[in-house]
């Protein structure tokens, strides 16, 4: 036996199912692995809020939250914050992360079913476990009903493609939907797939069952439980103008989403115009395979959830149609055509291989890099909220009776009240942090600025605010006068620390405004002329 005959069976065994397989296992576990370690200093954020503090709890379950039926994510957050409290966010971005994985094994699974090679599989499905370009979904912990709901349309959609489907896999299709549709409406377009791919595969009936009966319970809970005005959107846009914007929305969705995938400029022009082309060829086919149609069936999912979704946001534009978000579920919808095309040039040579191998390698690198960037900018900005709150909190300790409980340190990324914070310390061990000099600013002009209309007359007040003018502020107060409604961005400063910058409205006539200890205030901007009723320093 020669050298090159022992050496050919690892070089098979390297190439099979089973090494592609443990592969990805090892990409899911290392994945996990640095997920966790960039979220380790993740904190608390925004819509969070939502979950965290609602004093009618049972509502919550019934009501969801943004339009979403979110029974399921709402709770486990709330197992979750009864059993570990509020002192750590690893418990629930853990829970997000794990989420994320599961979307990203049962896409592998179903990259096979759409006829991609197991490697081109295995390493597809290892860029989405490091997906920077959607680093927003992989590292809030909010997002695991995002996620978790495209996990039960995949999950759905798994069941219904192999070759027989009983009342188990009916039952099992059923349930799925549903938990899918209990958790988040991005489960909504797998119902558009699991219905084409149970049609192809087991006949109308038994996909009109399947997704017929969960489509009915999300009905009723859309139409009678939480009863939305599905009008409104077209009172307000108008129907012409919501359809108009709607293909911009959805091009942009798509074609950003693999702009922000790679670096080269115009990529995703490329990948959709190769996607478009490939479908169109494809559907015209007289007979189809099972693989081309669970491709076919994802990209008409991702075109419903396009559609969707340019109407909900349709106030906003087709500028956040490529926000972190949703570039995540445009790689799902489209993973499973953009796999067999890949495999399809792989399997004509060997520099086809080598050149799909290193496309895929270059977009690995450029998306782990933004992961960590992401992680490092969301960490900025939420220890930044964390640090905030922590000083406020201080302050009410500080001035006992003189803080407003009704307060609010960071009214857009934190909208909870100082004494709605205060519960959630006592009784979930919610921790504060320790912050620095900026923080305390931004806390004393949140929670400790103050303003109220005063008998001032306005002779005395001859000196007129402008950019960089300082007023010095403290618990006796400062007289201003209005001619007109007034708003006047001001930020507290002392010394090289200043805090983020804060808005007042002052209404026509004299006007009092205290600060909970003495602080020097910056003016900012102001809309319209302000007169100052002391002494006061000009740039």
């Known amino acids: 036996m020669t050298a090159t005959q022992v050496a050919a069976p690892s070089w098979r065994a390297l190439g099979s199912p089973r090494a ?18 960039l979220a380790r200093n993740q904190w608390f954020f925004f819509d969070e809020w939502d979950i965290i503090w609602q004093p009618e709890a049972a509502k919550r379950f019934v009501e969801g939250h943004n339009g979403h039926w979110s029974a399921l994510p709402i709770g486990v957050w709330t197992f979750l914050q009864n059993t570990f409290g509020l002192g750590s966010y690893l418990p629930y971005v853990g829970v997000a992360i794990a989420a994320h994985l599961v979307v990203a094994h049962l896409l592998w699974r179903l990259l096979a079913h759409a006829g991609s090679t197991r490697w081109i599989a295995t390493a597809l499905a290892a860029v989405f476990v490091f997906y920077g370009a959607a680093g927003e979904n992989l590292l809030w912990a909010f997002q695991m009903g995002f ?15 192999r070759p027989t489907m009983r009342t188990g896999s009916l039952i099992a299709t059923i349930a799925l939907l549903t938990a899918g549709a209990a958790t988040a409406g991005t489960v909504l377009p797998f119902f558009v797939a699991v219905a084409l791919v149970a049609w192809y595969r087991h006949g109308w009936i038994k996909a009109l069952v399947a997704v017929g009966v969960p489509a009915l319970i999300y009905l009723f809970w859309y139409t009678i439980v939480a009863g939305p005005n599905p009008t409104a959107i077209f009172r307000a846009q108008g129907l012409g103008q919501i359809l108009a914007g709607i293909p911009e929305f959805v091009g942009t969705m798509f074609v950003g989403a693999y702009n922000a995938s790679t670096p080269v400029p115009g990529f995703g022009i490329i990948v959709v115009t190769a996607i478009a082309v490939w479908g169109v060829v494809t559907a015209a086919r007289v007979r189809l395979t099972t693989a ?3 491709a076919l069936s994802m990209l008409a999912a991702g075109l419903v959830f396009g559609v969707l979704t340019g109407y909900s946001r349709a106030k906003l534009g087709a500028g956040s149609a490529d926000e972190s978000r949703y570039i995540y579920i445009a790689a799902v919808f489209t993973l499973p055509a953009i796999a067999l095309i890949l495999s399809l040039v792989a399997r004509r040579a060997v520099a086809s291989t080598v050149a799909v191998v290193a496309l895929i390698g270059v977009v690995f690198v450029y998306n782990a890099g933004l992961l960590v960037l992401r992680a490092g900018g969301d960490s900025a900005r939420e220890l930044g909220t964390h640090d905030v709150l922590s000083a406020a909190l201080d302050l009410a300790d500080e001035h006992p009776g003189v803080v407003d409980p009704d307060a609010r340190p960071d009214p857009v990324y934190l909208p909870r009240t100082i004494s709605q914070l205060q519960e959630l310390e006592a009784d979930f061990g919610m921790r504060r942090s320790d912050y620095g000099e900026d923080a305390r600013l931004t806390a004393l002009t949140t929670v400790g600025l103050n303003t109220r209309a005063s008998d001032g007359g306005a002779a005395t007040c001859g000196t007129f605010l402008q950019e960089g003018s300082t007023i010095s502020a403290g618990p006796e107060g400062v007289d201003l006068e209005a001619p007109t409604g007034v708003s006047v961005t001001l930020f507290a400063q002392d010394g090289e620390a200043r805090g983020l910058s804060q808005t007042i409205a002052l209404e026509p006539g004299p006007t ?3 600060m909970l200890e003495p602080t020097e205030l910056v003016v900012e901007k102001t809309t319209a002329p302000v007169a100052l009723c002391e002494e ?4």
Do not use: K, N
Request: glycine share 10%.
């Open 20 to 37: 592609a397989a443990w592969v990805h296992y090892v990409s899911l576990l290392l994945g996990a692995c640095a997920l966790l370690f």
């Open 147 to 161: 996620m978790g709901a495209i996990a039960f349309g995949l999950g759905a959609l798994l069941v219904v493609v």
């Open 292 to 294: 081309s149609v669970v």
């Open 512 to 514: 009092t405004l205290t």
């Open 536 to 539: 006061v320093s000009m740039p």
